[in-house]
C-alpha cells in the first residue's frame, strides 16, 4: 500500500515507534538521517534483522505505527490494526520534493488504519488504543520494583537479594517485588542449574523473600540457548537455523555470540510451558521474560509455514499457559505490539545505566539501543501511547551518589521522569548505599501519583472535554 503527502517535505516531522524494547523510538525532522548501528553485529540486538533503517537520510522505517507531523500539529497516522500474526513495516521517503508512505506486512495480510487529522497525537493515541483493545487488564497499582541488574549486574547472590529485602524492609521501603536478575543460572537454557558464584538456588529465594514481605521475581530470557549448555548439547533440534542449516547467531552478549529457540517445534513449546511452570511453583509470582526478540528473527523453522509473529506469539503463549493466568509477566527485548495481551507489563525503553549518555555509541556508532539514562528516558517518553497495550516499564532510577556517575540533576530527572511515564517503578540500587537524599529520592520515586495514567481515551485536545477516568489504578 502507497500513500502521496501533499506536503513539503522539509515542513514534517516523522514518528517512529522501533521494533523492540530497546530500538530507538523518536520523533524527528523526516529531513534527517535515521540511524543505523555502524556495527552489524549489533543489529540482531536492536532491530528487526529483516527491516533495518535504511541508513539514508530522509528515508524512515518504523514498526506497527508511523506518523507524519505538520508545524500545526496536523498530519498523517499508519498504524496496524493487528499485530497477533503479522509484522506490519511502514516507510515514508522524500521523492522528488514530494513525501511517500508504503506499508507492507510481513504475515498473514491485516487491515492497516490510515487518517489524516488535524491532531496527530489524539489520532495516535485513538489508533494505538484499537490494537490495544486485547491488552490484559491492567494490575492496579503499578508494582514497585526492585531488580538485581543495575548494581550486582551478573554477580548476584542469593544473599545480596536477602540483604536488599532485610534493608528495605527495616527501612519500610514500598517494594512490592524483589526480582532476581541474570547471573543465577549456570547458563542460557540451563534455568534450573545455579551459577558457580550464585551460593545458593534461585528456588531457595521466593519463601525468604515472602516472609519479609515481597512477592518474589525472576529474570529469563527463554528463547535464548548458549552454545555450550546442557539444553543446546541435548536437543540440537529445538534450535532456530540458519539458510545453511547451522545454529542460527541469535545475538552477541554474556561474552560471546548465543543462539534461539525455535518455537514452532512442540518439544521446544512444552519445555518452555514446563520452564514457566517449574519456575513459577518454585514460588516465582513475577517473571521478566527478557530477549524475547530471538523467537522473532528470521531463519528457518520446525513448521515453514508458521512466520515470524506467529511463532514468536506461540513461544510467548507457552510461557503464559505455564507460568498461569494470575502470574505478572513482564516482557523485555520484545517485538512491542506483538505482545499486546499476552504481557502484564513491558520494557519501552533501552537499559538505564549510572551514566546519562554514550555520546561514542549513540552518535558515532549509530546506535542509540545501548544502555544510558538518555537513551531510556528517550525511547520510553517517544513511547508514551504505549499504555493501552501494557504497563509501560520505563526501567529503574539510579538514587545512589556511589557507583554511579549521574549528577544530582540527572538523578532527579530520571526519578522525575518515571512518574511521567507512569507504569512500573524500579530500583536498583544496594540500599545501604543510598544515603538520607538517596532514600529520600528512592521513596518519592516510588510513590504514585493518582491517577497514574488515562485510562480512556476520549481525550482531544482541540478544544473538547479531556476526560481521564480516575480510581482503579
Ligand atoms: C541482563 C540484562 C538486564 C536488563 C535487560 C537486558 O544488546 N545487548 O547486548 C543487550 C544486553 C543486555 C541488555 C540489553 C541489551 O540488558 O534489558 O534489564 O535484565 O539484560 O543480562
Not at 535504511?54 to 499508519?78: C, K, M, N, Q
Not at 484499537?130 to 544473599?159: D, F, K, N, Q
Not at 536488599?164 to 542460557?188: I, P
Request: charged share 20%; hydrophobic share 40%.
Amino acid at each position: 500500500m502507497n500513500w502521496t503527502i501533499d506536503a513539503a517535505p522539509n515542513t514534517l516531522r516523522v514518528l517512529v515507534s522501533g521494533y523492540q524494547s530497546w530500538s530507538e523510538a523518536e520523533l524527528r525532522p523526516l529531513t534527517a538521517l535515521q540511524a543505523v548501528p555502524l556495527m552489524p553485529w549489533r543489529h540482531e540486538q536492536g532491530h528487526d534483522p529483516a527491516f533495518l533503517p535504511s541508513g539514508e537520510a530522509g528515508r524512515w522505517r518504523s514498526h506497527t505505527l508511523i506518523a507524519l507531523v505538520r508545524p500545526d500539529g496536523g498530519g498523517w497516522v499508519g498504524c496496524a490494526g493487528d499485530a497477533t500474526r503479522t509484522f506490519t513495516h511502514w516507510e515514508a521517503r522524500i521523492e522528488d520534493q514530494a513525501v511517500q508512505v508504503s506499508c507492507t506486512q510481513e504475515g498473514p495480510e491485516v487491515p492497516v488504519f490510515w487518517e489524516t487529522t488535524t491532531d496527530v497525537i489524539t489520532t495516535v493515541e485513538a489508533l494505538t488504543a484499537r490494537l490495544g483493545e486485547h491488552m490484559r487488564a491492567r494490575t492496579p497499582p503499578p508494582l514497585r520494583v526492585w531488580c538485581s541488574w543495575y548494581s550486582y549486574y551478573r554477580e548476584i547472590t542469593l544473599e545480596a537479594m536477602l540483604e536488599n529485602a532485610r534493608h528495605a524492609r527495616a527501612k519500610s521501603l514500598t517494594f512490592d517485588v524483589f526480582q532476581l536478575d541474570d547471573g543465577f543460572q549456570s547458563d542460557l537454557g540451563d534455568w534450573t542449574l545455579p551459577s558457580a558464584h550464585f551460593g545458593g538456588h534461585a528456588r531457595d529465594l521466593p519463601a525468604a523473600l515472602n516472609d519479609l514481605g515481597f512477592a518474589a521475581g525472576l529474570w529469563l530470557a527463554p528463547f535464548l540457548v548458549g552454545p555450550s549448555s546442557r539444553l543446546a548439547a541435548e536437543h540440537p533440534n529445538w534450535l532456530l537455523r540458519d539458510p545453511h542449516g547451522q545454529p542460527l547467531l541469535a545475538g552477541h552478549n554474556w561474552g560471546g555470540p548465543y543462539h534461539a529457540l525455535d518455537t514452532t517445534h512442540p518439544e521446544a513449546l512444552d519445555w518452555l510451558r514446563e520452564l514457566a511452570a517449574t519456575v513459577r511453583g518454585w514460588g516465582y509470582t513475577y517473571l521478566k521474560l527478557d530477549f524475547l526478540y530471538g523467537a522473532a528473527l528470521p531463519g528457518v523453522r520446525h513448521d515453514p509455514a508458521v512466520g515470524r509473529a506467529q511463532a514468536y506469539r506461540m513461544g510467548l503463549q507457552a510461557l503464559r499457559d505455564g507460568a498461569g493466568e494470575d502470574a505478572f509477566l513482564l516482557g523485555c527485548g520484545a517485538p512491542l505490539a506483538s505482545s499486546i495481551g499476552l504481557v502484564d507489563a513491558m520494557r519501552t525503553g533501552p537499559d538505564v545505566a549510572p551514566f546519562w549518555d554514550d555520546e561514542s555509541r549513540r552518535v558515532w556508532l549509530g546506535d542509540a539501543t545501548g544502555p544510558s539514562a538518555r537513551n531510556a528516558l528517550h525511547t520510553a517518553l517517544s513511547r508514551w501511547y504505549q499504555h493501552t497495550w501494557y504497563q509501560p516499564d520505563p526501567d529503574v532510577i539510579i538514587a545512589r551518589r556511589e557507583l554511579s556517575l549521574l549528577d544530582t540533576a540527572e538523578r532527579h530527572a530520571l526519578a522525575g521522569m518515571l512518574d511521567v511515564i507512569g507504569g512500573l517503578r524500579a530500583s536498583s540500587d544496594p540500599i545501604a548505599l543510598l544515603d538520607e537524599e538517596g532514600l529520600a529520592l528512592l521513596r518519592t520515586a516510588l510513590h504514585l501519583s493518582a491517577p497514574d495514567r488515562p485510562t480512556t481515551l476520549t481525550s482531544s485536545f482541540g478544544g473538547a472535554v479531556t476526560h481521564f477516568q480516575r480510581g482503579r489504578f
